[in-house]
């Protein structure tokens, strides 16, 4: 097993182009997330997604669309990037809301 | 407001020590505490994870305890070795919020 998967690893864009970030798990894991890490500031929920079809916002969803069109796979788009962007995303996944949660390799992305 | 503090920082030690990392937070009513592993560059790694009701959790050379009415978990480290140089992150559940400490940065050097 693969577990959480994340493309692209490393990204540069320039303020104002788009993008969308690939979580792909093969846990048949129902809720998916997406976190940012930033100095200093430890992880921060952006939006998660508790089954197919489904989202939600987190702590700091402003500038950030996701969707969850298959089971597998969690989508995260930045329509209109920001330098405020800069950071390392994770994508992760679990059973259950209250369980251990499984973590992917990460996404750097740089917003100049 | 719900927070989770982990102090120090960063903690430098020779090999073969024993040695406790530790993990504090506001509110006692969590659901749960997560101890993660962050290599640089990588993702985070689950290492333990303790449900409210249990006191501590093992797995090997580690020892997670819990004290909620204290607001404070420690993760124990056993016989220290190289390899165990990383970032320690602990995680805190609240009902739907699940919470990061802005991590120990650990280096064990021979």
């Known amino acids: 097993n693969a577990g959480v998967t994340q493309t692209p690893k490393f990204r540069v864009l320039k303020t104002g182009q788009s993008m969308t970030l690939l979580c792909a798990q093969d846990m048949n894991h129902e809720y998916m997330y997406w976190y940012r890490q930033d100095p200093g500031m430890g992880l921060r929920l952006i939006h998660y997604s508790v089954g197919e079809g489904t989202t939600a916002k987190g702590e700091v969803p402003d500038g950030y669309n996701v969707s969850r069109l298959k089971k597998q796979n969690f989508l995260l788009g930045l329509e209109s990037a920001a330098p405020s962007q800069t950071s390392v995303y994770f994508c992760a996944s679990s059973q259950g809301l209250a369980v251990e949660q499984f973590f992917g390799p990460g996404t750097r992305l740089t917003v100049l | ?110």
Do not use: H, M
């Not at chain 2, 920082?9 to 969590?30: H, K, Q, R, Y």
């Not at chain 2, 592993?37 to 409210?52: A, F, H, M, N, V």
């Not at chain 2, 480290?77 to 120990?104: E, H, M, N």
């Open chain 2, 1 to 110: 407001k719900q927070e989770v503090t982990q102090i120090p920082a960063a903690l430098s030690v020779p090999e073969g020590e024993n040695l406790v990392l530790n993990c504090s937070f506001t509110d006692s009513a969590i659901y749960n505490l997560q101890w993660f592993r962050q290599d640089p560059g990588k993702g985070l790694t689950s290492l333990l994870l303790i449900q409210s009701s249990q006191r501590e959790q093992t797995s090997g050379r580690l020892n997670a305890s819990l004290d909620k009415s204290s607001g404070r978990s420690t993760l124990y480290i056993a016989a220290s070795q190289p390899g165990d140089s990383a970032t320690y992150l602990c995680a805190v559940r609240w009902t739907d919020k699940l919470i990061f400490g802005t991590g120990t940065r650990l280096q064990v050097f021979p």
